[in-house]
């Protein structure tokens, strides 16, 4: 049967086509007489938005006395439950609390996992390369100098945000990392583990010029005498925290001998034998573990192949959260130190949120 239309269907798509073309033109002319025609009046220009700030960090000014003199920052997720955990990270040399957040991703965990974060952060007239003074006895003696001024940061983020006291822990790298030395020695009754990246043990120098010598090759003591510097340290007797401790094999700014003082230190402290360990490889690298008698691990040691002086890292795909990231001081290995951390201390993603996952998958 022919068709009642003049037109077949192509026919009409070209004239359709055509009509389209000249509407266009048309409105482009229009709007540009409009233009023409207006008055020289200057647009009202809507003002730039803000760059916003990378850091989640916010600085608290009233802790305490804070005979160190030191800066606190935290970050508290939304919504935190009572009862959360605490970790406090101390920076390197050369840093500030929102480079080693931004690099190490302390906070990016907190906010996934449910717990709070709290920095201190040096300041250049106590230290012109901004470091901790982890080899003056004025700053590392308990309830004096700056680790006293942390145990109060400790205090204020336990009483302002209903922090379980029993679940706080501690980790820093290189000066940081040695200044975490010093807080697991001072305050074991504080601290329920610790990590040490890239630092020395406690008791390890007592002025610039030992420091300096430190950094290159560790004292030699025997492991008694380095655990003797711990327990003389405070009053507390038993029940230390665990220590996790960090180390690149081609760390030429602390040198490696550090580690083996640490692991001294620690293991004797725990009454552990040096060889009594299990080594396992995680995401590349060696992993040593020492139980103690229930069965949980006291002690552990990653060795970083190929490392220099730094914080591991593994950085996040593009498409989820940004955490990890590579900067000054902290170096993409492979492995991130903060996620074990977190891991080993028990700091897990929810519950509901892990299931939901599993279920997406």
């Not at 389209?20 to 540009?32: D, L, N």
């Not at 470091?131 to 590392?140: A, K, L, T």
């Not at 690149?248 to 550090?258: E, I």
Request: proline share 6%; aromatic share 8%; hydrophobic share 40%.
């Amino acid at each position: 049967m022919r068709s009642r239309f003049k037109f077949s269907l192509s026919d009409m798509l070209r004239q359709h086509r055509r009509w389209e073309k000249t509407f266009t033109k048309a409105v482009k002319a229009t709007r540009k007489a409009l233009v023409s025609v207006s008055p020289t009046k200057p647009p009202v220009s809507t003002p730039a938005a803000k760059p916003r700030s990378a850091t989640r960090l916010e600085e608290v000014k009233a802790f305490g006395s804070n005979p160190g003199h030191l800066r606190m920052f935290r970050y508290v997720p939304a919504d935190l439950p009572k009862k959360s955990p605490l970790v406090v990270v101390l920076h390197g040399c050369h840093q500030s609390a929102e480079a080693y957040d931004l690099g190490s991703g302390w906070s990016t965990l907190a906010r996934e996992r449910g717990f709070a974060v709290v920095y201190a952060e040096q300041k250049r007239s106590n230290n012109p390369n901004l470091c901790f003074n982890w080899f003056r006895p004025s700053n590392v003696t308990r309830d004096r100098g700056e680790v006293m001024s942390i145990r109060q940061m400790v205090a204020k983020m336990a009483t302002g945000n209903a922090i379980d006291r029993k679940r706080v822990f501690v980790t820093g790298l290189s000066a940081g990392g040695a200044m975490a030395s010093a807080m697991l020695a001072a305050y074991p009754d504080i601290f329920r583990g610790g990590g040490i990246i890239a630092g020395l043990p406690y008791g390890a120098a007592r002025d610039v010029q030992r420091a300096l010598a430190a950094m290159k090759s560790a004292p030699e003591r025997t492991s008694q005498e380095w655990g003797d510097l711990v327990r003389s340290a405070s009053p507390a007797t038993r029940d230390f925290p665990t220590v996790s401790i960090w180390h690149g094999t081609k760390d030429h700014t602390v040198s490696l001998s550090n580690a083996n003082a640490l692991l001294q230190q620690w293991l004797d402290v725990h009454g552990l034998e040096s060889q009594a360990y299990s080594e396992n490889t995680v995401d590349g690298h060696i992993r040593r573990a020492w139980k103690d008698a229930t069965g949980k691990v006291a002690v552990e040691f990653y060795l970083i192949d190929g490392m220099g002086h730094g914080t591991p890292l593994k950085p996040r795909p593009a498409s989820r959260t940004r955490a990890d990231t590579p900067g000054p001081y902290m170096i993409d290995a492979g492995i991130s130190s903060s996620m074990h951390l977190a891991t080993a201390w028990g700091l897990r993603k929810p519950q509901l949120f892990s299931s939901l996952k599993q279920a997406a998958e």
